[in-house]
């Protein structure tokens, strides 16, 4: 991060100095709005896999959602520009982690009112936690595909059936 700056920026993209800064007075502003933009994106993949229907369908619809999530969160970080740089800026800058943690904020609330639909005699606080967790785990999951030489579908297979086995205690 810190080899980037608002004139390798400018470079890159064609544009000078002043027009950089009339949008992002620093590199941070810049990232910040790249950072809420790959979160919208990582976010996206949520409301296509998670449902009523696959939560209600059980332990393995479950495994079969959250490894499709982890996989298409890691082609949308993967497909975006810099995508990997700006996940890790999320986690290691300070002035950009909230970004992040609104982000998974958001998601853990919808993904618990989701819960609550599909497992009413579930307490809210415990759907709430495993929500927020799975959503870190997730996250956490897909820097790691970056970071090590993985076969994603095999990290996916394995997280997921991890995090689906929590279902079967929540409804007991």
Avoid at 7 to 23: D, F, I, Q, T
Avoid at 24 to 38: S, T, V
Avoid at 45 to 65: F, H, R, T, Y
Avoid at 154 to 170: F, P, Y
Wanted: hydrophobic share 50%; charged share 20%.
């Amino acid at each position: 991060m810190e080899r980037l700056s608002t004139n390798l920026v400018c470079e890159r993209a064609g544009v000078s100095p002043p027009a950089l800064y009339r949008y992002f007075p620093n590199k941070y502003a810049l990232l910040h709005e790249l950072g809420q933009r790959l979160m919208q994106r990582q976010n996206e993949c949520v409301a296509k896999w998670m449902s009523v229907e696959v939560i209600q369908g059980g332990v393995p619809a479950l495994e079969q959602a959250l490894a499709g999530l982890l996989l298409d969160t890691y082609e949308a970080t993967r497909a975006t520009a810099g995508g990997v740089w700006i996940m890790r800026a999320m986690r290691a800058v300070p002035a950009l982690q909230e970004v992040r943690l609104a982000s998974h904020a958001a998601v853990t609330e919808a993904q618990t009112q989701l819960l609550m639909q599909a497992l009413p005699g579930a307490r809210r606080a415990e759907l709430k936690l495993a929500s927020r967790i799975v959503v870190e785990l997730i996250y956490a999951t897909v820097e790691m595909l970056f970071d090590e030489s993985l076969k994603p579908k095999e990290v996916a297979r394995i997280t997921a059936g991890m995090l689906a086995s929590h279902l079967a205690k929540v409804k007991a």
